[in-house]
């Protein structure tokens, strides 16, 4: 593991705390989904998805987790495209939810799916591979 994947996991909880928000998230959007409607379920997942950072990032400083990013962090960057290249992707799942409301959660799956693969290089932990494969299943 390199010195800037060490100061990523120390400063995001080795993106644990990120893994279980995004769950309660996706857990969320469907429990919505069964009770109300798809449209609400799909306000959920994107409201609650913009969400997962700033709740992760409050959750870990409310369990002690401390860590400070150098600029000179290379991975900073990665996270960054990798975050502009999913927003840029959720587009167009919201774009085929309004032709089939149940194409927006399948391709979300394979979104986050992907985002999590760029996660193993951010994180060195070949959890996040697995854990996009399942989801892009």
Known sequence: MTKDQLEMNKSH???????????????TASIVAFNYSSKSAISTLLIGGALIHPISTAINKLIGVKGKIEKSNTLVGLA???????????LLAYGLSLQRAEWFFSGML??????????NTIFGKRLFWALGATLGL
């Not at 960054?80 to 959720?90: K, S």
């Open 110 to 119: 394979m979104i986050i799916g992907g985002r999590y693969l760029t996660f």
């Open 13 to 27: 909880n080795h993106g644990a705390t990120g893994i279980i928000v995004s769950g309660i998230m996706w857990l």
């Open 80 to 90: 960054l495209e990798g975050t502009i290249f999913m927003l840029m992707c959720i």
